[in-house]
Every structure is written in C-alpha cells, then in structure tokens.
C-alpha cells in the first residue's frame, strides 16, 4: 500500500500515516524496511522526511504484474 501511496508523488511520514490509519511509529518502521531494501529514498527538509520511489520501472512492474 505504501509504494502505491508514493506512486505519484513523494510524501511525508505524516501523509502515510493518515492516508493509511497508521501509528507514526508504524508508518516509519515499514518505510525504513521499504528504504533499507532499496525499494524507496528519503530526503530531509527542515523538520520533514519525505519519502519518493527510487526507481519509477518499479512502479512499470508492478503494474504488468497486476500488483496495483
């Protein structure tokens, strides 16, 4: 769900959170499962994490495979 969510843009924590009823400890450890496997990127802007995906093919594949 969460690398449907950043399919079009790159989103904060706090959009995850409240896009899928999340606790902010739960959205961060699945998004630093999904960045320590390489899958997603973080950026740091002021007090903000924002989370992208690292390669838009991945999103191409999913879609073939019927994933999303």
Avoid: D
Wanted: aromatic letters at 8%; glycine letters at 4%.
């Amino acid at each position: 769900m969460i690398l449907r969510l950043l399919e079009f843009r790159e989103m904060c924590v706090c959009e995850v959170m409240t896009a899928l009823g999340l606790t902010q400890p739960t959205a961060s450890h699945h998004l630093g499962i999904l960045e320590n496997v390489g899958l997603i990127k973080s950026r740091k802007k002021a007090k903000w994490v924002f989370y992208s995906i690292t390669n838009p093919e991945l999103i191409e594949a999913m879609h073939k495979l019927n994933l999303f």
